[in-house]
């Protein structure tokens, strides 16, 4: 508990020092309290002349990784946030400042057990880049091959640490104060929210993450995943194959090249589908400064994708309801949106299904066929949030990963492509997929999956249906039994009933005799 008064403390400062405490009562619920900026003595005659853009980037690279990947997620988001602090933002992808490469140095030498200049020909001191959770170096191996060496911050765990303990003390809070919170489960969320940074602070998993997205990929050009160096890998070092691409976010260097930003727009649309529901295992990390661009075809970019730290998976019954919704809401099929929210529990049972299709037929219908620079997507969102409070629908904290990526995907399509008409592009996709899903495809790709197993066990069929048939027969022989115990039973009650009767039917007979013999006295 102290440890979380000194955190919220610190963040007081850092707020304070960058002159965000102004800002802060700039939010109109907090305008009546305004007088509380002015009569604070740190205020007193202080004049700030930094831009408020960099205020903010300085305030939240202060505060840590944790901060700094929330500013990462907004800099995508220029439809929700003014123009200059979305620009100042974007530092955050790739310019957090590094941290000092003798560090660097020293932490690869431990890993390897040697000196820097045994394990390459050659290794720069300056970073490439440096984010949040770790910078990487460029450097050669003795066989000539160029790679880049990644190095986790020193003490970043600890810092993590106590970010997300914080993380949970204001989500009790909230769960507890706040009559909302049951719906918007806060602390589930934070429990999944700690599961996925701490596992980026492992990079032998991000090795494998790597790894198993490059094998997906391998029979399709529009992704390309840099190789592994698995024997310089340790779980603070990884090393990698060397890319040479343009950044997604250099614009004007791809317009100059000549890409194709429409076919480019189509193409990151056709990434996030095939991850999501044909590998079902997708990169959850997408902002611009991961991404790059191989413009050796101009008219047929190819997608560059570093950094995965995030990945995400859905499970079977999460990605069959997400297509589906998809599907529907492609084809205006509001009620059966409904329906489905119903049937997979993300609405309550009681919900009444035309009322909730009215609701999401609403909010939805205005957005349909627009490209994204006419969608506002601050206001569709607010319009979403107020319709699932009306009908009590609870945060799915499995389906936060893939929201972010959502986000950050229409972050970049607002940047590469503001024309693409985003919900023409991805309906064959999901057409295909539910095609072979639940079409004629599904059934011959099933016998194709199963067949194996089939002609395997084939030989011990014969065994098999033996037992099943022995198991049956007595499965019979018993419930003949219990039949013939429970008629058995039903037969005693029956003739003890009707004893029971018969004492009671003389029991009034007698009754009646004497009282007949009492009258006739």
Known sequence: MVKNILRLWTINRVFIRH?????????????????????????WGKQETRPRGERIRRALEDLGPI????????????????????????????????????????????????????????????????????????????????????????????????????????????????KEARRLRPVEVVAEYEKTIFDELDLVREAANASQIRRNFEENSTLYVPEIYWDYTHANVMVMERIYGVPVGDIPRLRELGVNFKRLGELGVEVFFTQVFRHNFFHADMHPGNIFINPANPQEPQYMAVDFGIVGTLSAADKRYLAENFYAFFNRDYKR????????????????????????????????????????????????????????????PQLVLLQK?????????????????????????????????????????????????????????????????????????????????????????????QINQALIITGILLFLAFQLFNAYR
Not at 149 to 157: D, F, Q, T, W
Request: glycine share 4%; with cysteine.
């Open 19 to 43: 002159g965000l405490d102004e800002l802060v009562f700039t939010i109109p619920f907090l305008r009546p309290i305004g007088f509380v900026y002015h009569l604070s003595p740190w205020n």
């Open 67 to 178: 901060f700094i990947k929330f500013g990462q997620m907004l800099s995508t988001r220029r439809d929700l946030l003014p123009d200059d602090i979305a620009t100042e933002l974007t530092r955050l992808q790739d310019r957090v400042p590094p941290f000092s490469s003798v560090q660097a140095r020293q932490m690869i030498e431990k890993a390897y057990g040697k000196p820097v200049t045994e394990v390459f020909q050659r290794f720069e001191t300056d970073p490439m880049a440096s984010a949040s959770i770790a910078q990487v170096h460029a450097a050669q191996l003795w066989d000539g091959k160029e790679v880049v060496v990644k190095v986790l911050r020193p003490g970043i765990e600890k810092t993590i640490r106590q970010d997300v303990e914080l993380m949970y003390l204001m989500a009790r809070l909230v769960q507890r104060y706040w």
């Open 337 to 396: 949106v409904a329906e489905l929210h119903v049937e997979s529990g993300w609405v309550p049972s009681s919900t009444r299904v035309e009322e909730f299709e009215s609701a999401i037929r609403t909010v939805c219908e205005p957005i349909f066929n627009l490209p994204i620079k006419d969608i506002s997507f601050g206001h569709f969102l607010l319009r979403l949030f107020q319709t699932a409070r009306r009908f009590n629908m609870e945060v799915q």
């Open 405 to 497: 990526t959502l986000l950050n995907i229409e972050g970049l399509g607002r940047q590469l492509y503001p024309d693409l008409d985003l919900w023409a592009t991805a309906k064959p996709f999901i057409e295909r997929w539910m095609d072979e899903q639940v079409g004629v495809r599904a059934l011959f790709n099933g016998v194709k999956v199963n067949l194996p197993k089939l002609l395997e066990n084939l030989p011990y069929m014969p065994n098999m249906l033996h037992d099943i048939m022995q198991q049956t027969s007595q499965h019979k022989l018993k419930m003949q039994w219990e039949s013939q115990q429970l008629e058995k039973l039903r037969k005693e009650m029956r003739r003890s009933q």
